[in-house]
């Protein structure tokens, strides 16, 4: 088969489409024949150097797909060749196939293109097993989404907004503080004109942020305990910002709130809180709401596996909104 490989770490230049061996199904695995993949911040992260694949996983790019089920290893239950899938993967995504444990695979509904659905098990899985099973999402609260134009936040504000929260959200620019709106955002904060503290405290006469889901880490630390509510959670999925700060305990105390710091990637396949556990309740919890279309993929663009680069370079500007597709097959 072929996949995107890495010659030497460093910018989108080094990714090319070059032969590689075919993978194997492992027990409890299925081999699906890859549609399309979609491109995370942390491809970007491993293609510089600087986020290497757990022990055991691929080395390929790619932390999600969406294809059909071309073959079963032993002991697979309740998928058959030729089911439509999603994948939450390890890595591998930028390849014509790649092998996923079946615990870590989602039906693609007839109503959802398959392409478009590569764009969601990361986002869907993050999503939702911070602001539900980790915080307790639940309407009436405030939830402040950062980088709401990103994939992680158009993804968040839909759930948000369909779970009867109260978004905030912080972006760039008009344009996808507009495309946050149509999504469901209801408080807007341009972080480049506005302090997105006062700007919450006025929109909430004072309450502040119930949950935060935060993509910059070190760098929003303080500010970020500034706004949240008594009782707050500040949940950390990212380290735009960078990752070392200093947390003012006291401030914390005073908001009797709670920091949370969790990744997906490095996650068990198997067992408390695992990815298989997370994909489940995605699928118990999320999905239908993502079969009826009132969760829907955001994607900001479509591109050729063979374009990897050019989608690379397209995801670290400051336009995209949304995901960023790798069409593997298909016209």
Not at 32 to 42: H, I, P, Q
Not at 249 to 261: N, S
Request: hydrophobic share 40%; glycine share 14%; net charge negative.
């Amino acid at each position: 088969m072929h996949a995107i490989t890495i010659s030497q770490y460093g910018g989108p230049e080094v990714l090319s489409w070059t032969e590689v061996p075919d993978p194997v199904p492992g027990r409890g695995e299925v081999i699906v024949e890859v549609a399309a993949s979609a491109v995370n911040r942390a491809d970007l992260a491993q293609r510089q150097g600087q986020y290497p694949p757990p022990p055991g996983a691929s080395d390929i790019l790619g932390l999600e797909c969406s294809g059909v089920i071309a073959e079963l290893g032993p002991d697979v239950h309740g998928w058959r060749v030729g089911d439509r899938v999603a994948a939450l993967l390890s890595g591998g995504g930028y390849a014509e196939k790649v092998a996923v444990p079946d615990s870590q695979l989602l039906p693609v509904p007839e109503s959802l293109d398959l392409r478009a659905a590569a764009s969601l098990p990361e986002v869907a899985c993050t999503v939702w097993s911070n602001l539900v099973m980790e915080c307790g999402l639940h309407a009436g609260q405030v939830l402040l989404i950062h980088g709401g134009g990103s994939g992680i936040g158009t993804h968040a504000i839909q759930v948000g907004k369909a779970l009867g929260a109260r978004v905030a959200v912080t972006a760039g620019s008009t344009d996808k503080l507009a495309r946050c709106t149509e999504l469901g955002a209801e408080i807007l904060i341009n972080y480049r004109k506005e302090d997105f503290v006062e700007s919450l405290r006025k929109a909430t006469s004072g309450h502040g942020a119930d949950i935060i889901l935060d993509n910059m880490g070190a760098s929003y630390l303080d500010r970020n305990l500034d706004a949240l509510a008594i009782g707050g959670q500040l949940m950390i999925i990212g380290l735009q910002g960078g990752g070392k700060a200093e947390l003012d305990i006291g401030k914390l105390l005073g908001k009797r709130g709670r920091v949370i710091a969790t990744g997906l990637r490095g996650r068990p396949l198997t067992g408390p809180s695992s990815k298989a556990d997370i994909v489940a309740a995605v699928r118990e919890g999320l999905w239908p709401l993502i079969t009826v279309g009132i969760v829907q993929p955001v994607v900001h663009a479509e591109l050729s596996i063979t374009e990897a680069p050019r989608a690379h370079e397209m995801l670290d500007s400051h336009d995209t909104v949304g995901k960023v597709v790798l069409r593997v097959r298909g016209e």
